[in-house]
């Protein structure tokens, strides 16, 4: 298995408080992504990462801000939470001569 | 832009039914890759197949084969012989070389197999 890791798993907060999610993965692989799941609309891109400090916005990018200081770890910070990002958050990390992507586990938000 | 269509949101068969599920992309890049993934109860998503934009050959792995035509920009995925084992949900995704391998997924089609 891919070593990616997502932190917290499970989480439940208020509307209007900052949370962050956490991915580390052991593969040393350029390229990060971060994903939402939501019923009927499949696998949303937020942000992803070609390198470290290099950024860039996926499909549904408002209200989410990304960080990326060094190779293992690529941060999804909500600033202030709505219901709206109410989801599953998946993590990938991709094999830069395939472009298979490799998931974490998710990290179920629950924003009240 | 970039996009990825699957019509086909739930699909129910019987046991041993053939099943093709439909994908088809959008693209102006000349270098990418296409991909499925299956999402089983379970939740984890389990990479398939990839093909890149200049290998149109159709794959057969045991019971799941997959056609690309670019003609049509579609990459379609038939399972054979359908079991409950395959119920799950699948996605499509389209990958870009440009851009830093961004990669978006279809909205997925839930396959349902009965016994």
């Known amino acids: 298995d891919a070593g990616i890791t997502q932190s917290p798993r499970h989480k439940v907060t208020e509307t209007g408080t900052p949370v962050t999610l956490r991915c580390h993965q052991t593969?040393?692989?350029?390229?990060m992504y971060w994903y939402r799941q939501d019923p009927g609309h499949g696998l949303r891109l937020i942000h992803y990462?070609?390198?470290?400090?290099?950024?860039d916005k996926g499909e549904v990018s408002d209200g989410y801000s990304v960080s990326r200081s060094k190779t293992e770890d690529f941060l999804l910070t909500l600033e202030s939470a709505t219901s709206s990002q109410t989801s599953v958050y998946f993590c990938?990390?991709?094999?830069?001569?395939?472009?298979?992507?490799?998931f974490g586990e998710g990290s179920r938000l629950t924003v009240l | 832009a970039q996009k990825v269509t699957q019509a086909q949101t739930e699909i129910s068969v019987v046991e041993k039914e053939d099943v093709t599920l439909d994908c088809v992309y959008e693209?102006?890049?000349?270098?990418?890759?296409l991909f499925w993934y299956k999402q089983p109860p379970s939740g984890e998503l389990v990479f398939l197949i990839r093909?890149?934009?200049?290998?149109?050959q159709n794959e057969i792995s045991g019971r799941y084969s997959w056609n690309f035509q670019k003609s049509t920009s579609s990459f379609n995925f038939t399972i054979t012989a359908s079991q409950v084992v395959d119920s799950a949900v699948y996605f499509c995704?389209?990958?870009?070389?440009?851009?830093?391998?961004?990669?978006?997924f279809g909205a997925g089609t839930r396959l349902f197999v009965k016994a």
């Open positions: 990938a990390i991709s094999d830069v001569n395939t472009g298979e992507l490799f």
């Open positions: 593969e040393n692989h350029r390229y």
């Open positions: 990462s070609y390198g470290v400090k290099d950024t």
């Open positions: 693209t102006r890049d000349t270098t990418y890759y």
């Open positions: 093909r890149n934009s200049f290998d149109e």
């Open positions: 995704a389209l990958s870009e070389r440009t851009g830093g391998f961004k990669t978006i």
